[in-house]
């Protein structure tokens, strides 16, 4: 059972990243393109096996949200993106819409991020479709999150990052990812599983 499971899984992350791979054709023609970045542009101020900081984020849905609200109810999976309407970003987190189950099966939350405040945020993620999980704006004051966790580069856009925090609020598997490429979604699910087995 365990194994069809891992197989099954598995499968839906290939497929997830065959559709990722062919772009969303709905968005193509909003898409700004920066061209090529330097890889990483900060340095981390975070690191595994200590608390998350604290924050509490404004969301497009309108609400407020803190990550210590989550603590001993769910594990926290944190994506910072460094901006809207850009090419990676604009397929990053659709593909976590498709992978919603594989969250789910491990007790886990997404939360996404970025430095664009909420009419940018909005408008882009009603491009991409209904996203299940909340997304929030570092905007005011601008980049105050990314800056607690370390991930906001020198011309005020964020790295692509993943963090997962467990349910104490421990951070246990850090990504900072170089930003012109989506991370593996592949090795998130494997590092959720690790977490759901440790904490068990």
């Known amino acids: 059972m365990k194994k069809k499971f891992i197989f099954l899984s598995f499968l839906m992350l290939w497929i997830i990243s065959f559709y990722l791979s062919s772009g969303s054709a709905e968005m ?3 898409i700004y393109n920066p061209g090529l970045l330097k890889p990483v542009d900060s340095t981390l101020r975070v690191r595994v096996g200590k608390a998350a900081p604290d924050f509490t984020l404004p969301s497009v849905a309108g609400e ?3 990550l ?3 603590r001993g109810k769910k594990n926290v999976v944190i994506s910072f993106v460094p901006a809207a309407w850009t090419p990676v970003c604009s397929d990053q987190w659709p593909g976590y819409n498709i992978a919603k189950k594989v969250f789910d099966d491990q007790d886990a939350l997404l939360l996404g991020i970025t430095v664009d405040n909420i009419p940018t945020l909005y408008s882009w993620t009603k491009q991409m479709g209904q996203l299940w999980f909340p997304v929030l704006s570092d905007f005011w004051p601008h980049g105050q999150v990314a800056k607690k966790f370390g991930v ?3 011309d005020g856009t964020t790295e692509r990052a993943i963090f997962v ?4 609020g421990v951070i246990r598997y850090i990504d900072v990812h170089d930003i012109n490429e989506r991370p593996n979604l592949e090795l998130l699910a494997k590092e959720l ?3 759901n087995k440790t904490s068990q």
Do not use: A
Not at 165 to 168: E, H, Q, V
């Open 64 to 66: 407020k949200i803190t």
């Open 165 to 168: 925090i467990d349910k104490n």
């Open 68 to 70: 210590s609200e989550y």
């Open 28 to 30: 193509k023609d909003s």
């Open 193 to 195: 599983g690790i977490l």
């Open 152 to 154: 906001l580069r020198s």
